[in-house]
């Protein structure tokens, strides 16, 4: 930390000495809040931060720090060709991983060509998007950079519990190191130091619980299989978001935004109940995308007994919930040895577990069909209303309909779900600043989690799990959750582009002009 986040030797920081090789040990001990039950174990943090290039190798969580930094550092190693310039480290740029791919007319631009500039990552910064050019930059700005996290870290709540002091920290951490270069010393500087950190701390935490339950140290040689690679795949979701009835109304925007950000918190609440079940922290997602999660699990066996009954649970309660639209996949048969998580190796471990994910959808639902059959006999009772108007798959409600008809003026039968989407989540998700998510919430999920919208931050954590900030306060964990449609503006009407592109897609001319 202490050369890439603050680099300039010569210039004395507050409150440490700058040009110190031991300034990460200095913040550690006397700058970074730390919950009341860690504070007594501070100089032992400062010191197994700074251990992990010469750790003691009797020292257990050292080894553990040591060998998945190791881990971590070889997964991003490019070497720079010959013909590529080498930058002062204070000076260089993270470099965009789309630098060296190009589609149009099947041309490349030199590397190193896309770039971006040392900045907080903010929901409405443009620094979020590469710029062209050399990936160079004005020392000063890490200065500038660290007084700003400086700031911000300090004022930590570390009075909450563990959990959510974690999760804070991890989320300011994304916000001030996701655009600095982790790697520079001959290498493609294209991993920032953020996604170098959190992907070290997954394997360190992988590391931890196995060697803790087989009772001896890591070694970098180990050839065992001690990692579980965890796939999880969420099906359905075009189907589920567009398949709605044209009866919707003026309700349709508000379910569109409503059921994409319901599948969002829906894979959240799968991740947080395999989290809590397997009592692991959140670090252990190596991808947590589109619906779609890879995870770095310990290869122990109460961890794979515990995973047999979560999918088991998982898919009795998309059967119910969605009849079979929408189904959630999960695969953990692909276990791997360090030797899976090398350079040379990483690309076939994650086929392997992509190939797996794929085999278990050909067989959706089987556990869930085997224990309860293959007929789905749910809310027959309750079909005399008919079914849903906007959905088609529940039954439809007096209660439900009646209050849509009074929120939006219009009388067609729905059922609890989507009247719940539109009128609750629809309306308030953009006025909302935090996602509650506890065990006794408004929105149920899957498990035990439930989820509630709060303006203000929540000052009584009874019941509470875990919390995500939509806003970007410093405050929780940080959720970048899109609360509005995208919308198509009149000035980018007035572009032909946009027709010629449409027509181009559906095999046609245009010739409008707006």
């Known amino acids: 930390m202490q050369r890439q986040f603050y680099p300039l030797s010569g210039v004395k920081p507050k409150p440490a000495p700058l040009g110190s090789d031991f300034y990460s040990d200095y913040f550690l001990e006397n700058d970074l809040p730390l919950p009341e039950e860690l504070e007594n174990f501070r100089s032992v943090i ?18 553990c720090i040591t060998i998945a930094d190791r881990l971590s550092s070889g997964s991003d190693r490019i070497e720079l060709r010959d013909n590529e310039g080498k930058t002062g480290f204070r000076e260089s740029r993270l470099i965009s991983i789309f630098d060296e791919i190009e589609l149009y007319n099947h041309t490349f631009q030199p590397a190193k060509s896309w770039y971006y500039n040392l900045a907080a990552l903010e929901s409405d910064g443009a620094n ?13 700005e890490y200065i500038e950079l660290f007084e700003k996290f400086h700031n911000e870290i300090i004022n930590i709540n570390n009075g909450m519990a563990f959990p959510f002091y974690f999760e804070t920290l991890i989320s300011i951490m994304e916000k001030y190191t996701w655009s600095i270069p982790y790697s520079l010393y001959n290498t493609l500087s294209d991993i920032s130091l953020f996604d170098h950190s959190f992907s070290t701390a997954c394997i360190a935490q992988a590391l931890y619980v196995y060697h803790s339950h ?9 050839d065992r299989e ?61 991808v947590d995308s589109g619906g779609k999660f890879i995870l770095l699990l310990p290869a122990t066996e109460n961890i794979i007994k515990e995973i047999e009954k979560i999918d088991e649970e998982i898919q009795i309660f998309f059967m119910n919930k969605f009849k079979g639209l929408l189904t959630m996949n999960i695969s953990w048969s692909t276990m791997i040895s360090q030797q899976g998580l090398h350079l040379a ?21 089987s556990k869930a069909i085997l224990k309860n059959g293959p007929v789905i006999n749910t809310d027959y009772d309750k079909r ?29 039968p729905v059922c609890k779900d989507c009247c719940e989407q539109i009128i609750y989540i629809g309306t308030r ?75 181009k897609t559906q095999g046609r001319t245009c010739s409008h002009v707006p």
Request: aromatic share 10%; charged share 25%; with cysteine.
């Open 46 to 63: 400062a010191r197994t931060a700074s251990a992990h290039h010469k750790p003691d190798t009797q020292n257990f969580v050292e080894m």
């Open 128 to 140: 979020i998007f590469p710029i062209q050019g050399k990936p160079v930059g004005r020392a000063e």
């Open 214 to 222: 087989t009772g001896d140290l890591p070694d970098w040689k180990d």
């Open 226 to 286: 001690k990692f579980i690679l965890l796939g999880g795949d969420l099906s359905g979701i075009q189907n589920y978001i567009f398949g709605i009835s044209k009866n919707s109304g003026r309700g349709v925007s508000k379910i569109f935004r409503a059921r994409s950000f319901y599948l969002q918190v829906l894979t959240r609440s799968v991740l947080l109940e395999l989290q809590n079940r397997l009592n692991l922290f959140s670090v252990f997602r190596l």
């Open 345 to 365: 190796n990483f690309q076939d471990s994650i086929d392997a577990v992509n190939e797996a994910i794929e085999e278990c959808k050909l067989k959706k639902l």
């Open 384 to 412: 005399e209303g008919g079914n849903c108007s906007l959905c088609s798959i529940n039954s439809a409600d007096d209660k439900s309909s009646s209050k849509y008809e009074e929120k939006e003026s219009i009388s067609v």
């Open 429 to 503: 998700l953009p006025k909302t600043n935090y996602l509650i998510y506890g065990s006794n919430c408004r929105i149920p999920l899957f498990g035990k989690t439930s989820l509630t919208f709060l303006v203000n931050a929540p000052t009584d954590f009874k019941n509470i799990s875990h919390i995500e900030s939509i806003a970007d306060t410093g405050r929780f964990s940080r959720a970048r959750i899109a609360r509005h449609l995208p919308e198509v503006t009149s000035e980018e009407l007035k572009n032909e582009k946009w027709f010629n592109l449409f027509a």
